[in-house]
């Protein structure tokens, strides 16, 4: 049948490389889209699987996200829009939405989509081809036991806003990396291009990116953009108060950047199951929210130079159904002695002094955490003097930690604050309890 999609260059690149054989075999076992927003890569590679449910008898292919809530809410309603822009197309699916699937009537093929929070299908599942969905989500835990139980081939789409597990897959002859940007998308609206381009703080014409699609360069002299070879100015965007140079090098270009300001550098991860075998003692730091998230963090300190993290709590109070105190000591049979202990020190927040009390009136060991001029740029200091490795699991506190950044003025130049639009609640409860146990332990550090 013919198709009547409309498609870009990310569709002719993706299906290009899906097709290339070597030695009578498929090139690549892993297939990767990055870039900017808005380039067509997510819709892309579902116009593919389009194809390929249509023609393929009995194939099966599994679209993951981190839930499956997301799944359905973002990716499987691309895929219906996709069927349901072509009629006819549209006419050769059977929607299951019980199963959150589609089967293609014709060839019997199926696509899933699926989260990774129903372990039960990440351990159970087979199919064809995978694609993880914003895979920057994911551990490679996660995508290792889904690789494995994949039988041909594995995509996979992110923008390059923070470091992924896939960096070390560069260099792999089976990989292969595909950079894309909004330019390659001609169906765009004015509106998102503007948006877009509003980030760039550099005059037009005045850069370009390198034919390895790495770097930005500076057209006056052929040398990478940095702090000390910055082009002239874009005048219209700083005065409009859009320019961002990060939000322009990733959303824009799609390259890989770490933001200027970031505050944090050279954490690392460990697994879960290391972090449950130090035998240290466990301290708590939380951070409340109502609506937003409250965050809680179990640190173990090796009494030499590391702080070990786990997330523990991600949620909001008002979403608990019962006090955060009877939350925090709740038993059940995935936490027999609950979140925290009643003998484990919890620092607290030392703004929401009566919530700090209603913790300890509920039993658990509250305090508020150390307050005071300067003591966030102190309490920042002292995290970052000490080696910090969070569990793999802990995605909040990766996530947060990848965007935690200093406020910029006016000028573009860091403030000794942290940006305050930023979601910092893990990095928050950090603070309270590395700098607490800093100054209330004997731990010295330099």
């Known amino acids: 049948m013919n198709l009547n999609f409309k498609v870009t260059k990310v569709f002719d690149d993706i299906y290009k490389a899906y097709n290339t054989y070597l030695e009578g075999k498929r090139r690549y076992r892993l297939i990767i889209a990055y870039g900017s927003s808005r380039s067509s890569k997510s819709v892309s590679i579902m116009q593919l699987f389009a194809i390929l449910l ?45 199963d959150a699937s589609f089967v293609c009537k014709k060839t019997q093929s199926i696509i899933y989509f699926s989260g990774t929070d129903q372990t039960s299908k ?54 292969i990396f595909m ?52 082009p002239p100015p874009n005048i219209n965007n700083i005065k409009n108060g859009t320019a961002n140079e990060w939000l322009y090098m990733v959303y824009a ?93 919890l620092v607290c927040d030392s703004a929401k002094k009566i919530m700090v009390d209603d913790l300890a009136q509920d039993g658990l060991m509250a305090v ?3 307050k005071g001029a300067g003591s966030i740029a102190r309490s920042i200091s002292t995290v970052q003097s000490f080696n910090i490795v969070y569990t793999k699991s802990s995605k909040n506190i990766r996530d947060e930690y990848n965007m935690y950044s200093w406020k910029i003025d006016r000028y573009g130049m860091s403030e000794d604050l942290p940006d305050p639009k930023q979601e910092d609640h893990a990095m928050d409860s950090i603070k309270y309890v590395i700098s607490y146990l800093v100054n209330y332990l004997p731990i010295t550090y330099k």
């Open 122 to 175: 990440v351990l159970g599942m087979y199919q064809d081809i995978s694609f993880f969905n914003e895979i920057s989500e994911f551990t490679e835990e996660v995508y290792l036991q889904i690789a494995q139980r994949t039988q041909e081939t594995i995509f996979s789409d992110y923008n390059p806003s923070g470091v992924t597990f896939l960096d070390k897959y560069s260099e792999k002859e089976d990989t």
């Open 54 to 98: 249509l023609t393929r008898k009995n194939f099966k292919i599994t679209v993951w996200r981190e839930t499956r809530v997301t799944a359905v809410a973002t990716v499987m309603e691309d895929f219906k829009k996709l069927l349901t822009s072509d009629p006819i197309l549209g006419m050769e699916f059977v929607h299951n939405k019980k």
């Open 368 to 370: 508020s955490a150390l």
């Open 253 to 345: 270009l799609g390259l890989k950047a770490e933001k200027p300001n970031k505050i944090y550098s050279n954490w690392s991860e460990c697994s879960d199951e290391f972090y449950d075998k130090l035998e240290l003692p466990i301290y708590c730091g939380l951070d409340f929210g109502i609506s937003s998230p409250t965050a809680v963090v179990e640190v173990k300190f090796d009494g030499d130079r590391t702080f070990y993290i786990k997330e523990i709590l991600y949620k909001p109070t008002s979403s608990m159904g019962i006090t955060l105190g009877e939350f925090l000591q709740y038993k059940n049979p995935t936490n027999p002695n609950g979140l925290i202990s009643p003998s484990t020190l």
């Open 179 to 230: 950079r894309s940007t909004y330019l390659d998308n001609p169906f765009l609206s004015e509106g998102i291009i503007n948006q877009l381009e509003g980030y760039n703080p550099f005059e037009i014409g005045t850069t370009y990116v390198d034919k390895d699609g790495k770097r930005l360069m500076n057209e006056y002299n052929d040398l990478e953009v940095s702090s000390t070879n910055r």
